[in-house]
């Protein structure tokens, strides 16, 4: 425990929604939704318009579209929401070596070990300009907590949201967790909340007054002594800046059951395929093929399989997973599929191409993806990672057997950049704005296979305040270093004001050593 609050834990507001919300002018103010849009979705992120009618993230989209059904429900974009990531890691990591990034849209970060601040009132100056900072970068709001460990700079973020900041002094963590739920508390789920309401404890103060050796009767010897330890406003946990991967997967689930082997079969290779892409993405070869299946009857199986060695390769993969599903029994359905790969090396071994069905080629292109896909309209992070391999080339993408998913960007020859409203019956209603936009933009409605309609990449949220070769015409934007650059030359930036030595190599992970002033 510190005696100084130089934790800090950045948490992005709403931000998928709130992301939406700023590239899309007429939603701004509006309930958005966004997550799966067919009958077996979730909701990833819902803005707090929408939350204010009882939507919540994980909810049920049929559940959602119920208690909300005048909002906007957008299929995730993905692409923006890791390039506006990339500009707040950025940020992040110009104030210290030590970030800890836990999600695209959240991070712990150690205020010490960068130099910027050694007591409460140069970690509230850091976080209020890191706010200013994100948002001039951005566009979009955070919310900061600061505290002398993980644990409160997080409870911290929490009671800031939308877009403030807390700072819990050293030394006020026990009346502060006292009134609060037991939930609050790291490890602490549905389960074990209600297990300790049946217990008589509700409250975080309630744990304190129980006493360690109760709860370690009611929860076992480490997880009692660790909520024992929390209750009491303990946490020792250092910031890492880096953490090394367990696993590395890909799901779907299907908005109809599959009866089909062959679907079947073709769903588990294509999964195989992208769970390649991640792994490789990541930097990383597994031996641990597994596979999960849940069934009709939500039963779900997971089978694996153990290599001689590591691997990246796509038909070693795919192989494995079939074989696997070979031994799973699914007559009555499958709700959902999975492909993953785990006991993760930073290597391969050469000799497991023997292990697939036939020698191959060792640089054998990846087979191209299978045209049947999931009806699910979007993957989970990381899906549109680089290809395995140059594919053969493909004939022209014919226009009618696009799929117009709602909130994704296009581009009319005519009337320019806009984003997806809706589609069905042989059209898709576009509405024409850019984030930059004064107001709501004009909405057309066209035929699904309109020649001038194409995809588009998203527009950025914000202008670049700087462009090579002076701003003039035709100039590039600099991107995400160069806009996260523009906002460091500010004067009233904390990232500016740092040493130029302490700013070298301090990307997240980059584990400099830093030395006080």
């Excluded at 957008?74 to 210290?96: A, D, H, K, N, W």
């Amino acid at each position: 425990m510190r005696a100084a609050p130089t934790i800090l834990h950045l948490d992005m507001d709403a931000f998928f929604a709130a992301a939406e919300q700023a590239s899309k002018p007429s939603l701004r103010g509006k309930p958005v939704v966004v997550g799966g849009l067919g009958p077996r979705g979730v909701v990833s992120t819902a803005s707090y318009e929408a939350r204010r009618f009882g939507v919540r993230s994980a909810m049920p989209m049929a559940q959602a579209r119920r208690l909300c059904p005048n909002a906007a429900y957008l299929v995730p974009r993905f692409q923006l929401y890791r390039t506006i990531s990339e500009q707040v890691m950025e940020l992040l990591g110009r104030l210290s070596p030590l970030v800890e990034p836990l999600s695209l849209d959240e991070a712990f970060v150690d205020l010490e070990a960068g130099g910027v601040a050694f007591d409460s009132a140069g970690a509230r100056a850091a976080g209020e300009r890191l706010r200013r900072d994100i948002r001039a970068v951005t566009g979009l709001s955070g919310s900061v907590g600061l505290a002398g460990s993980k644990m409160l700079a997080k409870i911290a973020s929490e009671e800031a949201k939308p877009d403030g900041l807390v700072l819990i002094e050293p030394g006020t963590e026990r009346g502060l967790l006292a009134p609060m739920s037991v939930r609050i508390l790291p490890g602490v789920g549905p389960a074990t909340g209600e297990h300790l309401r049946r217990a008589g404890m509700t409250t975080v103060a309630d744990l304190v007054e129980a006493g360690e050796d109760e709860l370690v009767r009611l929860l076992g010897k480490s997880h009692g002594a660790s909520l024992h330890r929390m209750a009491t406003g303990y946490d020792d946990r250092p910031v890492v800046a880096e953490r090394d991967a367990k696993s590395v997967s890909v799901e779907d689930t299907f908005d109809v059951d599959l009866h089909d082997r062959l679907r079947i079969t073709m769903e588990v290779g294509r999964l195989a395929d992208r769970c390649v892409q991640r792994l490789r993405a990541s930097g990383h070869s597994g031996r641990t093929i597994v596979l999960k299946v849940r069934r009709y009857d939500f039963s779900t199986l997971t089978r694996s399989e153990t290599l001689r060695g590591p691997t990246d390769d796509p038909g070693v993969v795919r192989e494995a997973a079939a074989r696997l599903l070979e031994a799973v029994d699914t007559t009555g359905g499958v709700r959902l599929l999975g492909v993953g790969v785990s006991g993760l090396a930073d290597f391969t071994q050469e000799d497991l191409f023997a292990q697939a069905a036939g020698e191959r080629p060792a640089e054998e292109p990846a087979e191209p993806a299978e045209s049947v896909g999931p009806t699910r309209p979007a993957g989970p992070v990381g899906d549109e990672a680089a290809p395995v391999a140059e594919a053969e080339p493909q004939p022209p993408e014919d226009p009618a057997q696009r799929r117009w998913l709602a909130g994704h960007d296009v581009r009319h020859a005519e009337y320019g950049p806009g984003w997806v409203q809706g589609s069905g019956v042989g059209r898709v209603t576009v509405r024409f704005e850019t984030p930059t936009a004064k107001g709501p933009g004009r909405v057309r409605t066209f035929r699904v296979d309109d020649p001038g309609l194409e995809p588009a990449e998203p527009l950025p949220l914000v202008e670049p305040a700087d462009t090579e070769g002076g701003g003039g015409a035709g100039a590039e934007p600099k991107g995400v270093a160069g806009a996260v650059a523009a906002v460091v030359e500010d004067q009233d930036s904390p990232l500016a004001s740092r040493p130029k030595s302490r700013s070298e190599g301090g990307g997240p992970g980059s584990g400099a050593a830093m030395s006080r002033p």
